[in-house]
Every structure is written in C-alpha cells, then in structure tokens.
C-alpha cells in the first residue's frame, strides 16, 4: 500500500469545502476554539472517536490540510483512491504498519497535521474509552503541538452501528488549548511512557465542552 502526504492539495479543498456544505446544509454544524488552532508548524489532533463522521466533522471548517487515518481494507477501487488523493494515510487494523508510522512522521517532520484518535477505535456507546499507547507515541517522538478536540452529536447521527446517518440533530467540535511535549510525555524513565502520555492527553479531551450557550 503506497503512502503518501497531501499529493493533491486542489482536490483536498474540493473535498473540505464540500464537506463544509454538507455539515451545514444537513445539520446544526457549529465549532469553538478555532482561536486555539496553529496555523503552521506540527499540528496532531486527538480526538474521541464515536463515528464515521468525525474525520472530515474535524477538518471541513478549517484552512490547513490535514492528514488522516484510515483502516488498510478501505483502499478498494474509487473510494480508496481518492483516500490517497487528499494524503488519508493506510494503516493496519491491528497493528499500524512501519511505513504508515513513517508517513505520519514525515507529515509532521514537514510542518503538517494529522488527525488521530486516542482510543484507537469508534466508540461502541458513544462514551469515552480508554486510549491505547499510540497516540502517546507519535506525540512524544514528534514533538508536535497537540490539539485536544471533542466531537460532541456524530454518535447520534451516524453511530457505530448505524448503517446510514440521519439528517438533522446538532453537530459540535470543541478544540482545546494547545499542549505541548512537556504537557503530555512523562519521560524515558516512565515505565508505562506512551500510554500515559495518552492517557493525558485523553483527560484533556474528557474536560472539553460545548460553549454554556451551545446545546448538543
């Protein structure tokens, strides 16, 4: 599986700004904390993960190309091609694979930003999960600025176990203040190091809210 950053920026901006459109035509599409967001240099969001609707939910409102993840065994025919066209980057249900580590890396090595979810997986109830080590990882080796982000309304739209989303309801992001290297990476000398890194950066994701004036 070829992995790659962003090849086609055109064709990421049709796809954003028609994410956009779909958010806000379809439902009560509405974000805080855009100020919080770096608009250059290494950018990883970490966000909870409850639906199919998160990844473009994140970014379709924001003005700098993101890459993000996606399971190996959706890179079939059209569909997966224009995965690799807007830079979504393959990796192993199981077990992320070495060159997909190695193009997370590179994204972040050249000032990109990338998307990734803590728990690892889509939340099967729409609750908060434990998080696995691998977000800690990529955080504390890249050393990128980390953008804590809360999806709140894709589960019950779009849920797990949905097999078509619903039209209408309020969609929410919140994204949280920057953390940075020290904030999140406990040190060589930790014993369980990434996974308490994550597990930082997941309880920042847990303080997150909408505004007091936004009902989701």
Request: glycine share 8%.
């Amino acid at each position: 599986m070829s992995n790659t950053s962003i090849p086609n920026p055109g064709f990421y901006e049709l796809v954003r700004s028609t994410a956009e459109s779909y958010f806000h035509l379809l439902y009560d599409f509405t974000q805080s904390g855009v100020e919080n967001i770096p608009m250059d240099g290494p950018v990883i969001f970490a966000a909870n993960h409850v639906s199919f609707y998160d990844p473009p939910a994140i970014g379709c409102s924001l003005h700098r190309q993101i890459n993000y993840f996606a399971r190996d065994t959706l890179f079939k025919g059209l569909f997966g091609k224009c995965l690799l066209q807007i830079g979504t980057i393959p990796v192993a249900r199981e077990n992320a694979e070495v060159k997909s580590l190695k193009a997370i890396f590179k994204s972040l090595k050249a000032g990109g930003a990338v998307a990734i979810y803590p728990e690892g997986t889509r939340s099967p109830d729409g609750q908060l999960s434990a998080p696995k080590p691998g977000a800690g990882m990529i955080a504390s080796k890249s050393r990128a600025t980390v953008i804590p982000t809360r999806v709140f309304g894709t589960y019950e739209v779009f849920g797990r176990n949905d097999k078509l989303p619903k039209v209408g309801g309020h969609i929410h992001i919140t994204y949280g203040k920057p953390m940075s290297t020290a904030d999140i990476d406990p040190g060589k000398e930790h014993p369980d190091r990434y996974l308490e890194a994550s597990k930082r950066i997941m309880a920042r994701i847990a303080e997150l809210q909408p505004p007091d004036n936004t009902v989701v």
